[in-house]
């Protein structure tokens, strides 16, 4: 089972550089999120989906954006990328049922430098 | 808006032996879900157990237990007889019953299992 599958695992970008996070899910699972975890902290919600077409800030949406076009895929764009973001990036996904289980990617640490 | 905190930044115990980590929230809403997620070095973010706000029976899971005091706020994690891939980073987070299903996270327990 490939559950939620992030590429690229490891990312090394220069300022200013774009660049997008690519997640996919095998669950049919209607909300799919993006997390960061910045170091030693826990993680923090930029933008989560709740199905197709949906999407809606988090807690740290800044520099960032998302598109949700299918129910498998949620990519995460980088604009302009700044050394506060270097991070590692967590997509997740669950059902939409009140206090589902959240499937977590095995994460995509990204530095820019 | 709800807020999670862990008090301890590390701990340490041999093998064998049962470790508490704390966990303490703040939120207004009555009905909730609260969740221990382990993170080894690996990063991958392995859910240990979960409580639902309106169970007033601890959850467990093998050597996994909670101890929820919902009046106090409070969510801590008991690892009994622990072993050495135990040793991990353990993130207490919190759930809102309503709305979309977004976590917030605490800062997370260094917890290493001495041999």
């Known amino acids: 089972n490939a559950g939620v599958t992030q590429t690229p695992k490891f990312r090394i970008l220069k300022i200013g550089q774009s660049m997008t996070l690519q997640c996919t899910q095998d669950m049919n699972h209607n909300y799919m999120y993006w997390y960061r975890q910045d170091p030693g902290m826990g993680l923090k919600l930029i933008y989560y989906?709740?199905?197709?077409?949906?999407?809606d800030k988090g807690e740290v949406p800044n520099g960032y954006n998302v598109s949700r076009s299918t129910t498998e895929d949620f990519p995460l764009r980088l604009e302009l990328a700044a050394p506060s973001q270097t991070s590692v990036y967590f997509c997740?996904?669950?059902?939409?049922?009140?206090?589902?289980?959240?499937?977590f990617g095995e994460g995509s640490w990204l530095t820019v430098v | 808006a709800q807020t999670v905190t862990q008090s301890q930044p590390e701990m340490s115990v041999q093998e064998a032996e049962t470790v508490t980590l704390s966990c303490t929230y703040d939120?207004?809403?009555?009905?909730?879900?609260l969740f221990w997620y382990k993170q080894p070095p690996s990063r991958q973010m392995i859910l240990v157990i979960r409580?639902?706000?309106?169970?007033?029976q601890n959850a467990t899971e093998n050597r996994f237990s909670v101890n929820f005091q919902k009046a106090a706020k409070s969510f801590s994690l008991k690892i009994s007889d622990s072993q050495l891939g135990d040793t991990a980073m353990y993130f207490c987070?919190?759930?809102?019953?309503?709305?979309?299903?977004?976590?917030?996270f605490g800062q997370g327990t260094r917890l290493t299992i001495n041999p």
């Open positions: 997740a996904s669950s059902y939409r049922f009140s206090g589902n289980t959240i499937y």
């Open positions: 939120t207004s809403e009555n009905n909730y879900y």
């Open positions: 987070a919190f759930m809102r019953e309503q709305g979309a299903q977004k976590l917030v």
């Open positions: 989906s709740v199905g197709a077409g949906i999407t």
């Open positions: 409580q639902e706000a309106y169970k007033q």
